[in-house]
Structure formats: C-alpha cells, structure tokens
C-alpha cells in the first residue's frame, strides 16, 4: 500500500520532470521472480529504475536509514521503506554480505522483482567496473531466477556524487532480455562459475550501457582515486610551504644586502 502511494507520487513526479525514456520493457515479466542486474552511476538510480516500471522492485539498502533517531528519522525510513527499499546490517564485512544474500533470495523466492548492483558502489567516473561474484550470482544460482541486465545512462549527470538537488536532465533506461543461468543450478559453491555467471551480466550491460568496461572492482579504484587526491592535496600543501618559505627568505635576504648597502639596520 505505501509502495503504491509513493509509486504513484514520487515515481509520477519524476516521470514529469525528468521525463525519462525507457527501451525493452516488454523484457520484464509481468508475474513472477526476476533478478534486475543494473549499473550503478548515481544515488538516483534506485529511483528512476521502479519509477518506470509497473511492479514492484526491492533493492538492498543500509540499515542506518531505518534507523535514525528523531523525527528525520522516521521520515527517512518512511521513505525508503515506501520506494521498496530493504534495510540490510552491513557493519560487518562477510555477515553484512550473507544478510543481503538471504534478503535477495527471500524477495525472488516470494516472486518479486530484485534489483542489484554487481559493481557493489557507484562508478566514481562513469565507467563500468568488474561485477562482484558474490550476491548476484548466488542470489540467481540459488533461486533459479532469470537475470535482466539494465543499463542507467545518464544519471551521473542528474546527480554526481556529493550535489544533493538534482539537474533536470533526461535519463534513460534500457532493458536487455532475460538470461537463463539454469545450466548452473546447484553450482553456487564453484568460485569459477560465479564469476562466469557475473562476467557474462556484466557484459550485457556493457552492451546495453555503451561504457568503457575496466577489469578491476570500482571499490578499488575509488580507494585508488582518494589516494591519489590525498597525494595531490599534501603536494600542494608542501609546495605552498616552500613558496611561504621562499618568500622569507627573499625578503630577509633583501633586508640584508640593504643593510650591507647603507651600512645601517633597515627599516622594519
């Protein structure tokens, strides 16, 4: 009933402003479990994705937004809860990741619709980033579900990390057609399938997004870019050090030869 309102509310809301376009959504069933495997470009995709789409679909999100204290906190789980958000623990590495397991197969095993991030972040540049073998290939080995590929484009324009109100830029959706894992049932424990199963989804976005793939995960490369930006500021921090530092030294040293030159101490 919340999920409807707010469906109905928010997902029509955006549809007016943004006025996203949306291709292969023929390729969602209208009953029955599926797995939606999407790139991640921006906090907006969890979105703009159910906006478009006629049933319901559930995401993994933090459990701290279900939580909040205070008034902000009960409209914020409010609010996630009406978009078909589901509140995971992920204080701890591997348990967080088991619980989100487990919350995926509960939503496919009832006959929803689950949506995932193989990548596990948002790109930090737009990319696409090797898919984690962990969740979405278990999730689909384990429940027998198809997978979706879904390609967001152009929602890191929207909203790039860290800017709260959105552009008014037009999004766009695009839906691949279902992918059948079946010949892998019952094969969840061999590393090398779920990472066979993940590299074949992500190529399918690939496809579907038009965007540069980098083989490596974009967790790393975020931490990669951080280090990087930390370098850079403590390089300018240092050069602006040695300018300052310059800059005594030249007017001491000119302080100096003017008293060489008059033969008394110059003025301070």
């Known amino acids: 009933m919340i999920y ?19 291709e292969g959504l023929e390729n969602i069933p209208l009953t029955g479990p599926a797995i939606l495997a999407s790139n991640h470009l921006s906090f907006s995709d969890s979105f703009f994705l159910p906006a478009v789409l006629d049933r319901k679909v559930t995401f993994i999100a933090k459990a701290e937004y279900f939580t909040a204290p205070g008034v902000k ?13 589901l509140p995971v623990d992920r204080s701890g590495a591997r348990g967080a990741g088991e619980a989100a397991i487990r919350a995926g197969i509960k939503v496919v095993e009832d006959g929803g619709l689950f949506g995932i991030y193989p990548e596990g972040t948002r790109s930090p540049d737009g990319r ?65 399938i779920l990472r066979s199963l993940t590299d074949e ?33 403590q390089e300018q921090k240092h050069a602006a050090q040695d300018q300052k ?5 030249q007017k001491q040293a000119a302080r100096d030869e003017k008293q060489r030159s008059t033969g008394r101490p110059p003025a301070p």
């Open 128 to 192: 696409l980033y090797r898919g984690k073998p962990g969740g979405l290939a278990r999730v689909a080995l384990a429940t027998g579900a198809p997978v979706i590929p879904v390609a967001m484009i152009g929602t890191e324009k929207i909203q790039p990390p860290g800017q709260v109100i959105p552009k008014l830029l037009r999004p766009g959706i695009r839906i691949g057609e279902p992918l059948d894992f079946s010949r892998y049932q019952g094969m969840q424990g061999d590393r090398f």
């Open 201 to 233: 989804v992500m190529y399918e976005i690939m496809r579907l997004s038009g965007q540069e793939y980098v083989d490596v995960y974009a967790t790393a490369a975020k931490r990669r870019i951080a280090d990087e930006a930390k370098a850079a500021a």
């Open 73 to 85: 906190g009960k409209l914020t789980a409010a609010f996630f809860k009406g978009v078909g958000q």
């Open 4 to 22: 409807g309102a707010m469906h109905f509310s928010l997902g029509g809301s955006l549809k007016l402003a943004f006025r996203p376009w949306v």
């Open 245 to 249: 530092r310059t800059a005594l030294e």
